[in-house]
């Protein structure tokens, strides 16, 4: 649905959950989603949670598959509209290892910025990240985000306590030069 050169961005299809159940079951892409401590998760839970949604029909809301070379490498989503405010919240994972901090992150969160600013009218899309997720923070400074704000020591993650990071981009400081 949403082209970039090295992504596509498109609605998660039932022969996708395999994959995503690996990545869902990988401790350094649950570590680094932030969220939720990891959980184990089965294929059965997850393909039913799936086939739930499926039967209540109507679209996927934001939520996209990210795809590279033919398969899926990860999802992304915007959430927690705000129509009054026009403001929504970003999230990603690639769950494929094998396509980090090359270049698939940045580009698929351009993508969803475009989505979210000229096909959603949104005025400011916003995310959390904790403080150690470096690749994360530059991908997303390369994309126009600001850190706008700092709880210290407010997550607690892989035997330590983090920071974490709270990120704005404004639909005027988009696209960045
Ligand atoms: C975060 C994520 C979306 C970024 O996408 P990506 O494709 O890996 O990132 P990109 O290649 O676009 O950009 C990574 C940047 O970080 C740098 N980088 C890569 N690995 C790094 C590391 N270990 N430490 C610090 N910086 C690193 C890269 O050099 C690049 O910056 P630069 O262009 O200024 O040189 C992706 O890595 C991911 O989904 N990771 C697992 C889950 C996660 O962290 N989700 C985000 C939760 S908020």
């Known amino acids: 649905m949403l082209k970039g050169e090295k992504v596509t961005l498109r609605a998660l299809e039932r ?3 395999p994959r995503l159940w690996a990545f869902n079951n990988d401790l350094a892409v649950e570590l680094a989603g932030g969220g939720d401590p990891p959980m184990p998760q089965s294929l059965a839970r ?3 949670e799936f086939d739930k949604k499926a039967a209540e029909g109507g679209r996927d809301g934001a939520d996209f598959a990210i795809e590279a070379d033919g398969t899926l490498i990860g999802i992304c989503a915007l959430f927690s509209f705000d129509t009054l405010a026009q403001a929504c919240e970003l999230g990603i994972a690639i769950g494929d290892q094998a396509y980090w901090g090359r270049g698939y992150g940045r580009e698929a969160v351009h993508l969803l910025l ?4 000229r096909l959603r009218n949104m005025r400011r899309v916003y995310l959390r990240v904790h403080g150690r997720n470096q690749r994360a923070i530059h991908a997303y400074t390369a994309c ?3 850190t706008e704000g700092r709880l210290r020591d407010h997550v ?3 035997g330590a306590y983090d920071d974490l990071l709270l990120m704005g981009v404004l639909r005027d400081e988009w696209p960045p030069a």
Do not use: C, I, P
Request: aromatic share 24%; glycine share 6%; net charge negative.
């Open 15 to 17: 022969e996708d959950l």
């Open 46 to 48: 997850l393909q039913a």
């Open 114 to 117: 475009d989505y979210a600013f």
């Open 144 to 146: 126009g985000f600001v």
């Open 156 to 158: 607690w993650s892989d």
